[in-house]
């Protein structure tokens, strides 16, 4: 079956960096639009950013643009977040989620098929 976990969370001071990972199986990895997604404490969960399936493409929501980065290989069936100038507003539980369709880009939790159980990233102020 399908899994998505990821690892790397932890708590980091304000200003600094964390990489987050997402190692996925039981799928073709290539053929999947790959995507992270945040939900903090009373929030809903929101759209971080997202990489096409060759790796081409990518979008971020506007918040995180200029401060992080995702990536993936192919080859290794994981995608990354990395996450640079950390403030405390972006402490969340840090998903990963696959979705096979070729349309781009692709935002919406529901356009989404497959998802990780979570990392939890702490930024203290």
């Known amino acids: 079956q399908v899994q998505l976990v990821e690892s790397g969370g932890g708590l980091v001071q304000a200003g600094g960096s964390l990489r987050v990972s997402c190692a996925a199986s039981?799928?073709?990895?290539?053929?999947?639009?790959m995507g992270w997604f945040r939900q903090a404490p009373g929030k809903e969960r929101q759209f971080v950013a997202a990489?096409?399936?060759?790796?081409?493409?990518?979008h971020y929501v506007d918040f995180v643009k200029g401060r992080f980065t995702i990536s993936r290989d192919n080859g290794k069936n994981t995608v990354w977040l990395q996450m640079n100038s950390l403030k405390s507003e972006d402490t969340a539980v840090y998903y990963c989620?696959?979705?096979?369709?070729?349309?781009?880009?692709?935002?919406?939790?529901?356009?989404?098929?497959?998802w990780g159980q979570g990392t939890q990233v702490v930024v203290s102020s």
């Open positions: 039981g799928l073709t990895f290539s053929s999947y639009t």
């Open positions: 990489i096409s399936r060759g790796g081409v493409n990518t």
């Open positions: 989620a696959a979705a096979p369709r070729s349309s781009w880009p692709l935002y919406e939790a529901y356009e989404y098929n497959y």
